[in-house]
């Protein structure tokens, strides 16, 4: 399943950027990406995937990820994306 966030020009962007500024600021994070082709990528360019922070000896911790909190958090939304 994919997240839904606000882009850039919206009023809700900077209460999301503050939330990941908060959480991710000099934090490890690994990034799941499926693929490097144009279809693992947004109408925008953007790489699609799933962040996990890190653990205390670096490992990926799998519960929760990042998108899983932003969208808890109601910084994004669950949608379901046919074009990745």
């Not at 911790?61 to 994004?76: C, E, Q, T």
């Amino acid at each position: 399943m994919d997240i839904d966030s606000p882009e850039i020009e919206s009023d809700r962007e900077l209460t999301a950027k503050d939330f990941a500024f908060a959480v991710l600021k000099n934090k490890r994070v690994r990034l799941d990406i499926e693929d490097f082709t144009a279809a693992s990528r947004d109408n925008y360019g953007r790489s699609i995937c799933v962040a996990y922070l890190s653990g205390f000896y670096g490992q990926p911790l799998v519960v929760p990820n990042f998108n899983r909190l932003l969208v808890d958090s109601g910084h994004a939304r669950l949608d379901n994306f046919t074009n990745n």
